[in-house]
């Protein structure tokens, strides 16, 4: 049996994003699983440096996972972080910058989950 492959998804909790968030990036980097780390906002949170346990949980998903990829996301209509798509394209950005600091052997991505629900790369 092969060994299945993963990609780590950072998102908010809310649950319209999840299934959007999954089969695209299933598809676009042709994973097997996503695992999901989530927390009201994770931009902003991740950008303000509250990081240790989301990083604790991404430490997880690389070392027994072997995740390729790890996708920020922020979204439309956010009640945990409830700023203008500009200031969460900042928050992304930032976000992916702290996790690309971390050094760990796997892509870092930024998304923006628009109000149809469709992820769009930054």
């Known amino acids: ?60 998903s690389i070392s027994n996972h072997k995740s390729s990829h790890i996708i920020i ?6 009640a945990g972080n409830p700023v203008s798509k500009e200031e969460h394209f900042t928050h992304i950005k930032k976000s992916v910058e702290i996790v690309n600091s971390w050094n760990l052997d796997a892509d870092v991505i930024g998304i923006w989950i628009d109000e149809n629900f469709a992820p769009h790369s930054l």
């Open 1 to 60: 049996m092969s060994e299945k492959s993963f990609a780590t998804s950072l998102c908010c909790m809310d649950g319209r994003i999840q299934l959007p968030m999954i089969n695209w990036i299933k598809k676009k980097y042709s994973v097997d699983f996503v695992d999901i780390i989530t927390a009201p906002g994770i931009d902003k949170v991740i950008s303000d440096g509250n990081i240790e346990s989301i990083k604790n949980s991404v430490m997880i």
């Open 73 to 78: 996301s922020g979204h439309f209509g956010c």
